[in-house]
T-cell receptor, first 114, second 111 residues
Framework: DTEVTQTPKHLVMGMTNKKSLKCEQHMGHRAMYWYKQKAKKPPELMFVYSYEKLSINESVPSRFSPECPNSSLLNLHLHALQPEDSALYLC?????????????FGPGTRLTVT | KQEVTQIPAALSVPEGENLVLNCSFTDSAIYNLQWFRQDPGKGLTSLLLIQSSQREQTSGRLNASLDKSSGRSTLYIAASQPGDSATYLCAVKTSYDKVIFGPGTSLSVIP
């Protein structure tokens, strides 16, 4: 099974709401990633978790808060977002961090901030 | 700082043509290079992965090459089909888990 799942598929939230995005993989991968993709732009790396520890934070605003409760699950908690945060949020996993292993991507969550 | 570019930005070809997409990167210290396909509003589908020690990978009608010393990769699509229409992205993986994407090539295959 080479699948990464993400829920929800679509999310509309107001600027005062708190919501969470969820990502799950059951491939035994130990590295997981969050990317943000704006329309007609390539994905941009936000966070990397390696062995359930945050290893990379690409200077992402604190209104985005990642969490890795276990090796299969990755959450992205959202609070006080701005309309410009509307984007496709992609999760990926890889067998191990810091290695040439392939990344597998989920289908993404389409987020709209009103 | 690693930068990745792709040429052309958009390409329209008649069905059945062979075509080449180009990807360039500025720093040859990469772990691997991966080609993805993305349909509008969807996630990324991995097409081919080339490790830094490899020169070429093939899957069906797709062939990707890597010339690390010159910072170039090409994706060759043989006998294009309308179902190949999508955006094609290349991505290089550097040390410390940084994956940097190119801007993509939007491909349209006309029946």
């Amino acid at each position: 099974d080479t699948e990464v799942t993400q829920t929800p598929k679509h999310l509309v939230m107001g600027m005062t709401n708190k919501k969470s995005l969820k990502c799950e993989q059951h491939m035994g991968h130990r590295a997981m990633y969050w990317y943000k993709q704006k329309a007609k732009k390539p994905p941009e790396l936000m966070f990397v978790y390696s062995y359930e520890k945050l290893s990379i934070n690409e200077s992402v605003p604190s209104r985005f808060s990642p969490e890795c409760p276990n090796s299969s699950l990755l959450n992205l908690h959202l609070h006080a977002l701005q309309p410009e945060d509307s984007a496709l949020y992609l999760c990926a996993s890889s067998q191990e961090g810091g290695t040439p292993y392939e990344q597998y991507f989920g289908p993404g969550t389409r987020l709209t901030v009103t | 700082k690693q930068e990745v570019t792709q040429i052309p930005a958009a390409l329209s070809v008649p069905e059945g043509e062979n075509l080449v997409l180009n990807c360039s990167f500025t720093d040859s210290a990469i772990y691997n290079l991966q080609w993805f396909r993305q349909d509008p509003g969807k996630g990324l589908t991995s097409l081919l992965l080339i490790q830094s020690s490899q020169r070429e990978q093939t899957s069906g009608r797709l062939n990707a090459s890597l010339d690390k010393s010159s910072g170039r990769s090409t994706l060759y699509i043989a006998a294009s089909q309308p179902g190949d229409s999508a955006t094609y992205l290349c991505a290089v993986k550097t040390s410390y888990d940084k994956v940097i994407f190119g801007p993509g090539t939007s491909l349209s295959v006309i029946p």
